[in-house]
């Protein structure tokens, strides 16, 4: 089964995969593990994300490609992206963090207090 026909399978709803088994190694792991973001997608949405990273993100691109106007491959970008939790990658330094950088003495006690009183 491919990941359209458990999408279309689910029709939408929230599913939980209980086991993997990794192609030619025959290794099995169970437990309870949530799809990709991605894979959580509608086929269509899928599809149209697809498109939008061949594209480079050019919406000109998509709206020759889906035959539709800017405001409509904006509203639907919106749409996805309100879907999709985003990673923070500048996340605030943990109290810990802090005190390893201070403590291996790649920041000052000045600058390791100013980071803390910013994370708080």
Known sequence: ??????????????FV?????????????????EAPQLAQLSVDDQVFVAAFVRSHGSIKEMERTFGVSY????????????????????????GADVVDRLRRGEISVQEALAELERSR
């Not at 209980?18 to 309870?32: K, M």
């Not at 919106?78 to 330094?93: H, K, S, Y």
Request: hydrophobic fraction near 40%; glycine fraction near 8%; proline fraction near 7%.
């Open 1 to 14: 089964m491919d990941w359209q026909e458990l999408t279309d399978l689910t029709q939408g709803r929230p």
């Open 17 to 33: 995969v209980e086991r993997v088994r990794l192609a030619g190694s025959g290794v099995v792991v169970e437990g309870q593990f």
């Open 71 to 94: 405001p409509t491959i904006k509203s639907r970008l919106n749409r996805i992206a309100e879907a999709l939790d985003f990673v923070d990658t500048d996340p605030a330094p943990t």
